[in-house]
C-alpha cells in the first residue's frame, strides 16, 4: 500500500552556465498517474510536476525558466 503523505525533495540545477547554487523543492503525492504508470508528485505551487521511481524524478512539467534536465535526483522525506 502506498502512503499518500509521503513528500519527497527534488534537486533543482541552476541555470546552465549561470553557476548558481542548487534548489530543493518539495513535492506531494497526487490522485494523477503518469506516463509510466507511476503517481504524479508536485510543488505546493503545481508548476513542478514529476513522476518518481526510485531515487529518480522523471520532469512532466516545470517552472517557466526552470530544470531544463528530464531527470532530477528524488530523496524521501521522513
Do not use: K
Request: aromatic share 4%.
Amino acid at each position: 500500500m502506498r502512503s499518500l503523505n509521503r513528500r519527497y525533495a527534488v534537486t533543482l540545477p541552476g541555470p546552465i552556465g549561470g553557476h548558481a547554487p542548487l534548489s530543493v523543492v518539495v513535492v506531494h503525492a497526487t490522485d494523477a498517474v503518469g506516463p509510466g504508470g507511476g503517481l504524479v508528485w508536485e510543488n505546493v505551487d503545481g508548476d513542478l510536476r514529476v513522476e518518481i521511481f526510485g531515487e529518480v524524478a522523471n520532469v512532466l512539467t516545470a517552472p517557466a525558466g526552470g530544470s531544463r534536465h528530464p531527470c532530477l535526483q528524488a530523496v524521501p522525506l521522513p
